[in-house]
């Protein structure tokens, strides 16, 4: 019995396979390597409000992909509220990267203010100003 409940759950998980795929968020959607990281600090565009710092750069290399880097000091607060907010600013990423400009790499640099946010506020911190800076479209 416990193999049919299974095998049913798994079915109606992998009906829609576009919005799936649409709303994931993989390994190579990070950014890892230090280089890149070094690359956006250098050419990247530089986005600041009270709460957050977002640094956004366009890859010219051919890939449609959209990445995340988040960087986390400890002034931020402590270990469950960074690693909240952390968490928080990934769902964000996830949840909206499909209306971002393709090729494009975020890295966001919280700040203290960032962990006393809630997860609406702090969407709509980060949407308008990757909207000002004419990275993201609601029209797609």
């Given at each position: 019995?416990q193999?049919?409940?299974?095998?049913?759950?798994?079915?109606?998980?992998?009906?829609?396979?576009?919005?799936?795929?649409?709303?994931?968020?993989?390994?190579?959607?990070?950014?890892?390597?230090?280089?890149?990281?070094?690359?956006?600090?250098?050419?990247?565009?530089?986005?600041?409000?009270?709460?957050?710092?977002?640094?956004?750069?366009?890859?010219?290399?051919?890939?449609?992909?959209?990445?995340?880097?988040?960087?986390?000091?400890?002034?931020?607060?402590?270990?469950?509220?960074?690693?909240?907010?952390?968490?928080?600013?990934?769902?964000?990423?996830?949840?909206?990267?499909?209306?971002?400009?393709?090729?494009l790499?975020?890295?966001?640099?919280?700040?203290?203010?960032?962990?006393?946010l809630?997860?609406?506020?702090?969407?709509?911190?980060?949407?308008?100003?990757?909207?000002?800076?004419?990275?993201?479209?609601?029209?797609?």
């Amino acid at each position: 019995m416990q193999t049919k409940r299974r095998k049913a759950f798994s079915i109606g998980l992998s009906d829609d396979k576009s919005s799936k795929k649409k709303f994931s968020f993989a390994y190579f959607e990070r950014l890892h390597i230090q280089n890149d990281f070094n690359k956006i600090f250098k050419n990247g565009l530089r986005l600041e409000s009270k709460a957050i710092r977002i640094l956004a750069y366009i890859r010219k290399d051919g890939q449609n992909i959209r990445r995340l880097g988040l960087i986390t000091p400890k002034r931020v607060g402590a270990a469950v509220a960074r690693n909240r907010t952390k968490r928080r600013l990934r769902e964000i990423f996830r949840t909206n990267k499909h209306l971002l400009k393709l090729s494009l790499d975020l890295i966001f640099i919280l700040k203290p203010e960032t962990a006393s946010l809630d997860y609406k506020k702090l969407e709509g911190v980060i949407l308008v100003l990757l909207k000002n800076a004419e990275l993201y479209s609601v029209s797609e």
